[in-house]
């Protein structure tokens, strides 16, 4: 039996951690690197412009950053679980695969913060998405770190060369993406783990981060990407290290997902692509620091309160439940609906016709706090906040329980949750994907009237409920400062 022995670095053997590898990356050398390859940015008429998928949409060189594409090239290999744990072994090697990787960066290295977070780019709608960027991009810019995204599922490498070359709504240039090629789910996890490496090896050709000092990595995903995050965590965390024997990925932020991580292997014909309810390898066990971030929406509907208990013991892990939040809220569907209009000639949401509003609670908010502390906990071993978690009814069907408005109690408890304009709930109805997006359920102008008797008393209460989020570490300052502002410039009492 073949036990690792490549795992896609051309020969380099890995070390075991929870992983059945036999040996480490000290042995590496620099030819066994991904291959990478600038795509230009080419502008003009529709048949000749060459643009990225998902590009930003803003101007980015307001805030002195640059967007880059790169084609990443290299071998993989397929994995099985050894019995029933989560210890890998070969079952195929050197699988050519070709992907591509956006990054967005400080113009100027001298502002980069050393933080890469390096995003597993969402595949729900069959094509890549950025949620963690849309979420959180104000504060990424404003620290001053690196982002960079991959696409990691062949329905999303195959819709890059096939599908959005041949859409039928967006006039383009079809030859952008032709070499893009991932035949095999299972590739994903040396894909990860060699870009990574490039990312922290200065001298790498190609590298889009030379002349950056990278001195950390931080895995972020949103949604089904949590999933791949848990898989490549529990399976191969422990082997991906760098010469010196320290880890490629630094640390985790995994959000938004459900109770199910990515089987191995993926999807064949003996294989499901997610591992069952219940099967033990959904639990997270890192080694380094960890946090999972979690809204109303996942904790009952995925349900993601299924794995949360199993998970507190691990002092790597940090286990976060938002109050009001919602897997899609009006931020996310504003700011993603850009790429929909641009890129795919589609409506700006995955939601046209709710039956309530877009929830109004920002999730990045919270994230972007959470994001920070992460960075620090890994920089100075600064611990973060406990984690919090919402208190259910498990007396029947589970549910969340709501006070007297209506609204989830216990969790992290977002300003406008603690002093509510209405009820924030977790899904909506409606066509396409409006279960996964929050609704609210506003006050009636009687009894806003009754709990808020003046504009003062509602601007007295936003700001202690402001001070408290961010003295417990769940509100970074600039988005406290807006919120105040924002509550200031508000009727409310009026």
Not at 319 to 346: C, K
Not at 454 to 470: E, F, I
């Amino acid at each position: 039996m073949k036990i690792a022995e490549s795992c896609g670095f051309a020969g380099v053997i890995l070390s075991a951690s929870m992983v059945y590898f036999s040996a480490s990356l000290a042995t590496a050398a620099p030819d066994v690197l991904p291959t990478v390859e600038l795509l230009p940015v080419v502008p003009g008429e529709p048949e000749t412009r060459s643009t990225p998928f998902i590009a930003w949409f803003m101007d980015l060189a307001e805030d002195g950053y640059v967007e880059e594409e790169y084609a990443v090239s290299g071998e993989a290999d397929i994995y099985g679980y050894v019995d029933d744990s989560a210890n890998v072994e070969v079952i195929e090697d050197y699988v050519p695969y070709t992907t591509r990787i956006l990054v967005r960066k400080p113009g100027d290295p001298k502002r980069f913060n050393g933080t890469v977070y390096y995003e597993v780019l969402n595949a729900t709608a069959g094509w890549d998405g950025d949620p963690i960027w849309q979420s959180n991009f104000a504060y990424l810019v404003r620290e001053g770190a690196v982002w960079v995204g991959m696409s990691t599922k062949p329905v999303t490498v195959d819709f890059l060369r096939d599908g959005w070359a041949a859409w039928p709504l967006v006039d383009r240039n079809a030859s952008r993406y032709a070499d893009m090629s991932m035949p095999q789910f299972g590739q994903v996890w040396d894909m990860l783990s060699q870009t990574g490496f490039m990312l922290k090896s200065p001298d790498a050709q190609g590298n889009p981060l030379a002349g950056y000092d990278v001195e950390r990595i931080i895995m972020v995903g949103y949604s089904q990407s949590a999933a791949y995050q848990v898989t490549y965590v529990n399976s191969f965390h422990g082997a991906a290290n760098l010469p010196d024997g320290k880890p490629i990925i630094d640390g985790y932020f995994i959000s938004a997902g459900g109770d199910n991580a990515k089987h191995v292997t993926g999807p064949t014909l003996s294989t499901p692509e997610n591992l069952d309810d219940g099967d033990p390898r959904n639990l997270l066990a890192p080694s380094v620091p960890t946090m999972r971030f979690q809204t109303q929406t996942e904790v009952v509907l995925f349900p993601s309160y299924t794995v949360r208990q199993s998970e507190q013991d691990n002092a790597w892990l940090r286990f976060y439940e938002m109050a009001g939040g919602s897997h899609v809220d009006a931020a996310i569907n504003e700011v993603g609906g850009q790429a929909l209009v641009r890129d795919l000639g589609l409506p700006p949401s995955f939601c046209p016709a709710p039956a309530l509003a877009y929830n109004p609670v920002i999730i990045g908010n919270v994230q972007s706090a959470l994001m920070d502390g992460l960075d620090r906990w890994i920089t100075d071993g600064t611990l973060p906040p406990g984690s919090r978690f919402m208190q259910l009814d498990e007396s029947g069907p589970v549910r969340i329980v709501l006070d007297d408005d209506g609204n989830a109690v216990g969790g992290i408890r977002p300003p406008r949750v603690e002093v509510p304009l209405g009820r924030y709930v977790e899904t909506n109805t409606g066509p396409g994907f409006c279960f996964l997006f929050g609704g609210f359920e506003p006050f009636s102008d009687e009894v806003l009237g009754e709990r808020y008797r003046n504009h003062g008393q509602y601007v007295s209460q936003m700001t202690r409920a402001v001070k408290r989020s961010q003295k417990e570490g769940f509100l970074l300052k600039e988005e406290a400062a807006a919120l105040r502002r924002e509550a200031a410039a508000s009727d409310i009492g009026n």
